[in-house]
């Protein structure tokens, strides 16, 4: 990976504002329903995002955590719930799929966000904090709740995946997602994140991770992101060989329009499932 990381360090940047956890805090419970509602107590640290458009095609789940595709949808209103139920979700599962060859792809928690003063009720914030959604632990847990029991057990000793897919519903001009190349985050950098709320987990006592500052962290966005394109990152693999905790938050844009159009986008939880060996 030397010659991506040569690559990478002559990348346009910016410089902002990055909210990371505080390690010396009491551990604090995010929200998942309700933001405002969450304990963080969060610190934060000027950092600079890497524009990735110039190495997209460098980028993917076994090198960065994380890969930006072209994958233009057949739905033309997120916003209708048979729309994102029929077409959308098949969609996803058929993207995890070919990136990943599992046996079995699963997506089971789906959220819209729209930051404007005209959202949906049903439509959540942008969250401004450096996370990863859930540990092993919450992510074996949902494939025993998701799966009928026999199922789950053909899957119970294989390997899993919880891969997340984000995509802008309009084309993005303020509070775009950055994504921390997973090679850059390390085991120490990860605080337990419980989760408290109605969680889209539907397990019991769910948890993921907040992260820690580290110089180290190499942060990375795709300005102007359209509805054709996806982002895709793993943020947790049973194969401790595997990169993973690819952490993510939204972030204020400096280089941003005073007029700029509020975020909306569509983020998809999946599990992708590998039968054990025989």
């Not at 400096?254 to 039968?275: H, K, N, Y």
């Amino acid at each position: 990976m030397a010659g991506f990381a040569e690559l990478a360090s002559a990348l346009p940047t910016i410089s902002t504002v990055v909210n990371y956890i505080d390690p010396q805090a009491p551990i604090g419970a995010i929200n998942d329903g309700e933001r405002h509602k969450s304990t963080l107590v969060l610190l934060p640290y000027k950092v600079a995002i890497r524009d990735m458009r110039p190495v997209a095609g460098a980028l993917a789940l076994d090198t960065t955590g994380f890969a930006l595709v072209e994958r233009p949808t057949r739905v033309t209103d997120f916003w209708d719930p048979k729309q994102v139920e029929d077409i959308y979700r098949p969609e996803i599962e058929t993207l995890i799929h070919e990136l990943t060859g599992a046996d079995r792809v699963v997506v089971f928690g789906t959220l819209l966000r729209h930051n404007g003063a005209d959202a949906p009720a049903s439509a959540h914030k942008s969250v401004h904090n450096a996370h990863i959604d859930y540990d092993l632990a919450t992510t074996r847990a949902v494939v025993e709740r998701v799966l009928p029991p026999a199922e789950a057990a053909r899957y119970a000793e294989g390997r899993v995946m919880q891969i997340n897919v984000w995509r802008p519903i309009v084309t993005v001009e303020s509070a775009p997602l950055a994504l921390c190349d997973a090679a850059s985050v390390e085991r120490q950098d990860l605080i337990y994140g419980p989760i408290g709320g109605k969680s889209q987990t539907g397990v019991t006592n769910p948890a993921g991770w907040n992260l820690a500052y580290n110089p180290r962290h190499r942060w990375y966005y795709a300005p102007r992101m359209r509805p054709s394109e996806a982002l895709v990152f793993r943020l947790c693999d049973s194969d401790p060989n595997a990169l993973q905790w690819a952490a993510h938050t939204s972030f204020e844009d400096p280089t941003g329009m005073p007029d700029a159009a509020p975020r909306q986008s569509i983020e998809v939880r999946t599990l992708a499932l590998f039968a054990r060996a025989s």
